[in-house]
């Protein structure tokens, strides 16, 4: 299987954790959570093949697995993805968002509630429902793995400008690009992006099976202009692949150390609970993942026998914390804060000497190093010594 060029939470750091059929870890979850004002996070998943009365399927789930959270624990983020306007009429979107806000009935002032959509999703109609249920971000899926130089972005741009109506939806993207992405379009593409006023854009080419070595070098090549892109205009970088304005609040979060790259992204690490709900969702609690089936069928089955549709946990050993906590410095920040000579030395023997920088107490990324971080984070998966403190 070839290694996806850009970076991510499945490529990057999952591979590190494992799982077990009867992990002790799983009584992570099933422990009752103790009150709390730590903040958390919901994400409902929602596949693109339509999942018949989905919306009740996830209050049924919810109630099922009210022993691992705290309903009047505070929410600070709530995102519907994958499909959600394929998967629920707005009825069942209108109908949900109620029902959840029943079972999670603390909202901070300051919490997000985002939908993920394409570009065709942006019409009036859809973006009525949003904003009249509290909807306050968006984030755009493009699929631009086939663009040629002239392809039109008319199509984006009226759907861009149909949101700017609005003025009321923080905005990212997601862009997957290949190797017969034109550099013209991506070009264009970021662009216009910018232009209205998008605060985080993210860069996807996680391909699967072979390619040739032209493929990945026009992939590699093309990657190395979008980081040179975003450098040129003062964005931040985290990973190799996402990025965000000056203006997000990513750039205090990095300054803090309250970063850490997740499944859902650049977070802050003061949530520490992340609740998944749906088919093939994805939950984090007390530094365990838990992971829904991710079969239709066997999530409604398992359902209708009263039974949460979880399929496996998992957790990180503890011989692996060091790779995870260096592996979290380069995505975050592009460096790993240590003047540990032994650190140097192993990192010394991993990398070539071209992709990173090491002083006395600091190891930084080159903009080499930072285009081959895939890499790098695939070479951190060997052992290293646990004496370790970075």
């Not at 000497?353 to 006395?360: D, K, L, Y």
Request: charged share 20%; proline share 6%.
């Amino acid at each position: 299987m070839q290694r996806p060029l850009t970076t991510g939470f499945k490529s990057s750091l999952f591979p590190l954790y494992e799982t077990h059929s009867d992990a002790p870890e799983a009584e992570v979850f099933n422990t009752p959570m103790p009150s709390s004002i730590e903040p958390m996070g919901i994400n409902i998943y929602c596949p693109r093949q339509r999942v018949d009365d989905y919306e009740h399927l996830i209050c049924q789930e919810v109630t099922l697995r009210r022993t691992h959270y705290n309903r009047h624990q505070p929410v600070s983020s709530v995102w519907w993805l994958g499909s959600p306007l394929q998967q629920f009429s707005p009825e069942a979107i209108t109908e949900l968002c109620f029902r959840l806000s029943s079972y999670f009935s603390h909202q901070r002032e300051d919490s997000t509630r985002g939908m993920e959509v394409t570009p065709m999703e942006l019409n009036p109609n859809n973006l009525a429902l949003m904003k009249g249920l509290n909807f306050n971000a968006i984030k755009i899926n493009i699929d631009a793995s086939v663009a040629s130089g002239d392809r039109s972005l008319s199509n984006i741009a009226a759907a861009l400008q149909i949101l700017a109506d609005y003025q009321s939806f923080n905005l990212s993207c997601v862009i997957k690009f290949s190797e017969q992405s034109h550099a013209n379009f991506i070009d264009r593409l970021l662009n216009l992006l910018e232009a209205s006023h998008c605060t985080h854009i993210e860069v996807s080419n996680q391909q699967g099976g072979p390619v040739s070595i032209e493929e990945q070098q026009a992939c590699q090549n093309q990657l190395a202009r979008i980081n040179q892109h975003f450098a040129d205009v003062a964005w931040r970088a985290c990973g190799n692949n996402s990025f965000f304005a000056p203006c997000h609040s990513v750039g205090n979060l990095q300054k803090e150390l309250k970063l850490e790259a997740g499944p859902w992204g650049y977070l802050d690490t003061r949530i520490s609970l992340w609740l998944g709900f749906g088919v093939a969702a994805l939950s984090l609690k007390a530094g365990n993942y838990q992971y829904n089936t991710p079969s239709n069928d066997h999530y409604v089955a398992l359902l209708k026998r009263q039974k949460p549709p979880i399929s496996r946990h998992f957790y990180l050993p503890s011989d692996k914390k060091t790779n995870v906590r260096i592996i979290q410095a380069l995505l975050c920040g592009h460096a790993i804060e240590s003047s540990n000579p032994q650190l140097s030395r192993q990192l010394s023997a991993l990398l070539p000497g071209e992709w990173v920088t090491i002083s006395a107490d600091k190891i930084a990324l080159s903009k080499e190093g930072v285009i081959n971080l895939s890499t790098i984070c695939n070479k951190l998966f060997a052992p290293l010594d646990q004496s370790e403190k970075t």
